[in-house]
């Protein structure tokens, strides 16, 4: 899930408190709705692949898509709204988001869908910074806490929800449409979103002295393309000169992108923020957590369609208990993370790899068991511990002049770490042929995020 990139409050008067509810409902209803689509083909994509073609390639760019686009511009899109306006871009977001969402469904072609993934993206980060930025300027900030913590409970609903309802309409092929009616039901959704948010949203002009970093976005764009590409590809056709130089053109242009952030007068990432140790520990920490689970999701999806030829619905099913395990951990972290702090955080990560390697010992041991359910349940709870916690403690040490700034990187790095996982743990699910492999790169890499627990502050930001 991902938090809140938080802009300033517009200085304009708070609406009245049933209006404020209303704006909140609709901001949330977009929110759900772009997380609806985010998680949906970690099930479909086997049977997208299955009718498009595309093979494992597809398979793997049809999560990746989204979230590289997402990652890359979602500090950008924020941007964008404090400049024009956040109203526009809401509405600019969420119709993009949904004609994109139609043009999923009408994919002919691997590439079609691969394309149409990027637009759904590239709108989805326009969309979701403003949704929070809108809010902070109609709540009082007395009430604004209220306001965001309707967004845990309801993210995480949406998170068990969306595969299975994905999982479902595939099974039923509505009116013959298979995995498409998943993407064209936003004609419907969407469309309604847009109407609630034309009749409610309050208006504003922005601020135009805002500044947005061109150059370093599209380096950032042209670091992940670039590594992407040579995973995927690499991992498709075999390792040979190309994959390998995408990754090496990969590497160049990080260190470019990472020049440009010293330079550049409104950078995505604020370098005194690099030199803050605390920041940074967890900064990598939450890029290699979030890319071991998301690989490893998507990794379980497949083996339970393709090794133990489980139909969606079934392998929707089997991974429900996962999404249980988030939001129940989740919701108890707040409880705990003013009195243990990084501790918490350390706690999640154990539990996620007991519960990668109970996965993994099921797997070898009973595969098409039901014992899986009791590991890939405690792997549930370890990462909503972790996703309850471990920005909040990231930002623990960080001033709150530049709380905006960070809580938009981490926002972004959570995104993009998303599209590095589901690449980096698939290739190796491929490469290898065995779900036992991947289970295990992520067990290492969890382990790995153990030790860097320690750099982190001891305690949780202050929330007000």
């Known amino acids: 899930m991902t938090t809140p990139v938080t802009s300033s409050p517009s200085a304009t008067s708070p ?168 993407f064209l039901i936003n004609i419907v959704l969407g469309g309604l979103a847009v109407a609630l948010a034309v009749r409610l949203l309050p208006r504003d002009d922005g601020d135009r002295a805002v500044g947005i970093d061109g150059p370093g976005s599209a380096l950032l764009a042209a670091t992940m393309l670039g590594l992407l590409y040579g995973l995927i590809d690499g991992s498709a056709h075999g390792w040979t000169a190309f994959p390998v130089g995408c990754l090496a053109l990969g590497a160049v242009f990080l260190v470019l992108f990472a020049l440009r952030q010293r330079t550049a007068a409104a950078p995505l990432i604020e370098p005194s923020l690099l030199a803050n140790r605390g920041f940074t520990s967890g900064l990598v920490l939450g890029l290699v957590f979030h890319a071991a689970v998301s690989g490893l999701l998507l990794v379980l999806s497949l083996y339970l369609q393709n090794d133990l030829r489980r139909t969606p619905a079934q392998a929707a099913l089997g991974l429900t208990p996962v999404a249980v ?63 309850g916690t471990l920005y909040d403690v990231t930002l623990g040490d960080v001033a709150p002049a530049g709380s905006g700034s960070a809580s938009g990187s981490l926002s972004a790095v959570q995104q993009l770490a998303n599209s590095i996982g589901a690449a980096a743990v698939t290739t190796v699910y491929f490469h290898t042929g065995g779900v036992t492999p991947s289970l295990a790169v992520v067990a290492a890499l969890t382990f790995a995020c153990c030790g860097l627990v320690r750099l982190m502050p001891r305690g949780a930001r202050a929330h007000h």
């Open 325 to 387: 395990g988030i939001i129940l951990a989740s919701l108890a972290a707040h409880r705990f993370i003013a009195r243990l702090g990084r501790r918490l955080v350390l706690v999640g990560l154990l539990l996620t790899l007991t519960g990668a390697l109970g996965t993994l010992a099921a797997v070898e041991t009973a595969p098409g068991s039901w014992l899986l359910s009791l590991p890939v349940l405690v792997t549930g709870l370890g990462m909503g511990t972790c996703f």
């Open 15 to 182: 609406p009245a408190d049933r209006r404020r509810w209303a704006i909140l409902a609709v901001v949330l209803f977009a929110s759900v709705l772009d997380l609806l689509d985010a998680t949906i083909t970690n099930i479909a994509a086997p049977s997208i692949a299955a009718d498009l073609g595309g093979g494992e390639a597809l398979v793997q760019w049809l999560g990746a898509s989204y979230a590289l686009a997402m990652g890359v511009l979602l500090v950008v899109g924020g941007r964008l709204g404090d400049r024009y306006g956040r109203r526009r871009l809401f509405l600019a977001g969420v119709t993009g988001f949904t004609v994109a969402s139609v043009a999923c469904g009408l994919a002919f072609d691997p590439a079609s869908a691969v394309v149409f993934r990027l637009a759904q993206g590239a709108f989805g980060a326009l969309l979701i910074p403003q949704g929070f930025g809108i809010l902070g300027a109609v709540f009082p900030r007395d009430e604004i806490g209220r306001a965001f913590g309707v967004f845990a409970p309801a993210l995480g609903l949406s998170a068990v929800c969306g595969p299975v309802l994905a999982g479902f309409l595939i099974d039923a092929d509505v009116l013959g449409l298979g995995w498409r009616v998943m």
